[in-house]
């Protein structure tokens, strides 16, 4: 009985590496990294625009010439101030777009916070307050519209006795010109499984007019399309990428390229993607 009871514990311990392995359900497209940078600061997103990247962590934006990785300019937010979870970063017309809330704190609050992306000076401040969860990213599509992801998490934390929101609560939503939700959808349960106890943490519109999404952890980009009815997007292909979930951003200047993290190694890296049927 002991050895049997033994036997179940550790078949246990493997399930969440076997789940991790399992195979996708839509067609699986390729990457190939091009570039590796190290990063101190790149613990939560990466944006970039025709000249420099800008590596995000919590109270952290810093910049840095695209071509060579050097140093180029630094914001960090004053200890116990107002700037608590930076979570991306869309480089839209000269400015930094970034999700912010305040993980893991309860209960949760967000604000869109934008930044000159010469200067890194701030520039302006949304506050959502309590509303739909935890912040993670925004974008903006062809049409000039913002969209960004309201996550919520299966992990639980300090003031909440429950699971951080429910990660299947977590919403994908497009606004109006003044930050207003004008329209709201929801992940496929078997993407948001993928999450284990975490949720939705980057996303952005590529080039070929669909919306790409990450996990907290997965080295994988997800290939959303709006649907035709109803409220679930559609989960379309997957793109292992060298990752580790977290926030990205298409490279504007060459539609295939995507910047992203990996956070334990502190890296930024730079990968050219390649779709299902696409040589």
Do not use: C
């Given at each position: 009985m002991k050895t049997a009871l033994l036997v179940a514990l550790s078949l246990a311990a493997l399930l969440p590496s076997a789940r991790a392995e399992e195979p996708s359900p839509v067609p699986v497209g390729r990457s190939e990294v091009l570039a590796t940078f190290a990063i101190?600061?790149?613990?939560?997103?990466?944006?970039?625009?025709?000249?420099?990247?800008?590596?995000?962590?919590?109270?952290?934006?810093?910049?840095?010439?695209?071509?060579t990785g050097k140093p180029l300019a630094r914001w960090e937010g004053p200890k116990d101030g107002p700037i608590i979870h930076l979570d991306s970063a869309a480089v839209i017309d000269g400015k930094i777009y970034t999700a912010h809330s305040n993980y893991p704190q309860w209960p949760m609050t967000s604000s869109v916070e934008v930044w000159d992306a010469s200067?890194?000076?701030?520039?302006?401040?949304?506050?959502?307050?309590?509303?739909?969860?935890?912040?993670?990213?925004?974008?903006r599509d062809a049409k000039g519209q913002f969209w960004g992801g309201f996550a919520n998490y299966n992990r639980v934390f300090d003031k909440s006795p429950i699971a951080y929101g429910n990660k299947y609560n977590t919403q994908v939503v497009r606004f109006d010109k003044d930050w207003r939700v004008v329209e709201a959808f929801v992940l496929p349960d078997n993407l948001v499984d993928r999450f284990g106890d975490m949720?939705?943490?980057?996303?952005?519109?590529?080039?070929?007019?669909?919306?790409?999404?990450?996990?907290?952890?997965?080295?994988?980009?997800?290939?959303?399309?709006?649907?035709?009815?109803?409220?679930?997007?559609?989960?379309?292909?997957?793109?292992?990428?060298?990752?580790?979930?977290?926030?990205?951003?298409?490279?504007?200047?060459?539609?295939?390229?995507?910047?992203?993290?990996?956070?334990?190694?502190?890296?930024?890296?730079?990968?050219?993607?390649?779709?299902?049927?696409?040589?």
């Open positions: 101190k600061d790149a613990r939560q997103a990466v944006g970039v625009d025709a000249d420099a990247f800008y590596a995000i962590d919590n109270t952290v934006i810093a910049k840095f010439e695209k071509a200067t890194l000076k701030h520039l302006e401040s949304h506050s959502f307050g309590i509303d739909r969860g935890s912040f993670t990213w925004l974008d949720s939705n943490s980057g996303g952005s519109w590529g080039p070929d007019g669909k919306l790409y999404l990450t996990g907290h952890d997965n080295a994988e980009l997800y290939v959303m399309e709006l649907p035709e009815m109803g409220s679930v997007l559609r989960w379309t292909a997957t793109i292992p990428l060298q990752i580790a979930g977290q926030g990205f951003a298409f490279d504007r200047t060459r539609p295939d390229v995507v910047y992203g993290i990996v956070r334990k190694t502190n890296q930024v890296t730079v990968n050219r993607i390649i779709p299902p049927g696409v040589n």
